[in-house]
């Protein structure tokens, strides 16, 4: 079992930044990848960005490429998730994700909100 908790969501204005974290705990040895996904009012849950464990490559959303980086802390077992010039429609329930052993991990969520 691996356990992912999430931290860093909030309200921000149009333009400016937030920083996500997910950390990883339990079976983490195996893990794949980690990453996050976010479902906005409406809408199904969707891809953002993911880190691939063993070849440290990263892959992005058209929607957030440019402007979202993510990154990890081999150490703690912590993703992070660097938001920049948001807008209001990144507002959304962001889940991180982890791939461990061809197993799906996710975390609760985390509410990220971007006024106009």
């Known amino acids: 079992q691996v356990q992912l908790v999430e931290s860093g969501g909030g309200l921000v204005q149009a333009g400016g930044s937030l920083r996500l974290s997910c950390a990883a705990s339990?079976?983490?040895?195996?893990?794949?990848?980690m990453g996050w996904f976010c479902r906005a009012p409406g809408k199904e849950r969707e891809f953002v960005a993911k880190?691939?464990?063993?070849?440290?490559?990263?892959h992005y959303a058209d929607s957030v490429l440019g402007r979202f980086t993510i990154s990890r802390d081999n150490v703690k077992d912590t993703v992070y998730l660097q938001m920049n010039s948001l807008k209001p429609e990144d507002t959304a329930v962001y889940y991180c994700n982890a791939v461990t052993s061809g197993t799906n991990y996710w975390g609760k969520g985390t509410l990220v909100t971007v006024s106009s």
């Open positions: 339990g079976r983490t040895f195996s893990t794949y990848s």
């Open positions: 880190f691939m464990w063993s070849s440290g490559s990263t």
